[in-house]
Structures are given as structure tokens and as C-alpha cells.
């Protein structure tokens, strides 16, 4: 039985590398995203690539959505009755702090830390049933240093990191690791609409989160990481 992975954000950036990848790998995927159209193209892209992989399990939902999430993962397990890796990887960046409206803070916390929340809650149930399983939050290196004019979006990350290590501590004795995943400038498109002044080539890839997650997931039972920080080499000072 192929092992399955949940990615969210799968549309774009980290989200459809990691779907591609996991794909690769041999995984049953189920991708989530809004854009059911971009959905449909990643899906095409496996099968074309890699057509003795299960198709993709398409889920075009907003993850805000709380009656969404708990509806489509039910499906999943419905379906496929397990689910070894939850990638919470949806994101948004809006940028400020003192100025931020309360909407965009509030829309930005529901995205990046609720959403996340929402998916491990419904999933965490028949990972503890299995007695395995593998969560990964994309959280930020602002999730571990607050960045000026991004309080927002650090408060999201914060809370990710947060949640992240709660659940390192409150699931390892059911065979279940979780690690947040802290990178910098990664080269995607929010990358650039948060204003990077690093070339693409200067960036972390999205492949080389990917690669971080494969080197997790290939660790003795044992061990675990808490969080890993990735950071681009034109960024440290």
C-alpha cells in the first residue's frame, strides 16, 4: 500500500514541489488549494511524469474553512484510510504591524496558524490509530525573529512554531514526529511580493526544502527534530 501524503498550498511554490516530489517518491497525494485549476495541472504533470503512481487526490478548498477542512479529510480517510505526512504549508504574507487592519491580522493568523491547526486536528486522530506519522509545518524565519514591518505575518509564524513544538513534545510517544521548518528567503512568488532584494539564485529553492523533509523522514524512529532553520547565505550577517 502506497504510502499518502496531505500538502496544503499545493498550487504553488513549496506546495507544488512538495506535491511533485512526494509523488515522485511513490506517495499517494492529496493536494489541497483553492485554485482547482492549477490543482488539475499539477495532477496532469504527475501522471504524465509518473504514470505508475496513483493519481492525485484533489481537495480545491479554502483551508480557512473550518467545515471544508474537517469534510475533506474525512473524505481522505474515507478513501484511503491512512495518512502518513501532513504538510501544513499554506501561507500568506501581508505586510506590517501597528498599521496592519485587524482584518488582514486576523486573515493572516486564520491562514497561516488556524488553518494549520484545523488540518492537524482532524488528521492527528488516525495518525495516533496508525501509530506513525509525520507532520511538517512551514513555518518562517520569522516565526523565530520578528522582522520589522512584518508583525503580522511573525505573529503567525511565532504561533506556528509554538503549536509545532507542543505537539513535537505531545505526540512523540504515539510514534508521530512534527517539526517546523523555519526558512528564509525562499525563491517563490511570495518571496517576491514580501519584497526580497536577493536574486532567485540567491535564494533557497523549493527543492532543497523538500530534500530537508526526504533526510527527516529517512531518520531512525528515534529521532527527532524539533525545528530546523534554513537560511540563504546572502542573508546571514
Not at 486573515?107 to 492527528?124: H, P, R, S
Not at 512584518?150 to 517539526?179: C, D, M, N, P, Q
Request: glycine share 8%; charged share 20%; with cysteine.
Amino acid at each position: 500500500m502506497n504510502k499518502l501524503a496531505v500538502i496544503t498550498g499545493a498550487s504553488r511554490g513549496i506546495g507544488k514541489t512538495c506535491s511533485l516530489q512526494f509523488a515522485a517518491l511513490g506517495y499517494q497525494t492529496v493536494l489541497i488549494a483553492r485554485n482547482e485549476l492549477k490543482l488539475k495541472q499539477i495532477a496532469e504533470e504527475i501522471r504524465i511524469s509518473k504514470p505508475e503512481v496513483p493519481n492525485p487526490f484533489l481537495l480545491a478548498i479554502n483551508i480557512t474553512d473550518q467545515k471544508s477542512i474537517e469534510s475533506g479529510i474525512q473524505k481522505v480517510i474515507e478513501k484511503f484510510g491512512r495518512i502518513d505526512v501532513l504538510v501544513n504549508n499554506a501561507g500568506i504574507y501581508l505586510e506590517g504591524t501597528s498599521e496592519l487592519s485587524i482584518e488582514n491580522f486576523e486573515e493572516q493568523l486564520n491562514t497561516n496558524l488556524t488553518a494549520a491547526f484545523g488540518l492537524i486536528k482532524n488528521i492527528v486522530p488516525i495518525m495516533k490509530k496508525q501509530k506513525q506519522g509525520y507532520i511538517f509545518n512551514i513555518a518562517s524565519r520569522a516565526g523565530k525573529v520578528g522582522f520589522a514591518e512584518s508583525g503580522g505575518y511573525s505573529a503567525s509564524k511565532f504561533g506556528l512554531v509554538g503549536l509545532s513544538e507542543s505537539l513535537f513534545r505531545e505526540l512523540a510517544g504515539f510514534g508521530i514526529s512534527v517539526t517546523a521548518i523555519c526558512p528564509g528567503w525562499v525563491d517563490t512568488e511570495m518571496a517576491y511580493e514580501a519584497g526580497t532584494l536577493l536574486e532567485a539564485t540567491e535564494m533557497i529553492q523549493t527543492l532543497d526544502i523538500f530534500k530537508a523533509m526526504e533526510w527527516l523522514l529517512n531518520l531512525s524512529p528515534n529521532a527527532r527534530v524539533k525545528e530546523l532553520i534554513i537560511e540563504s547565505a546572502k542573508s546571514i550577517h
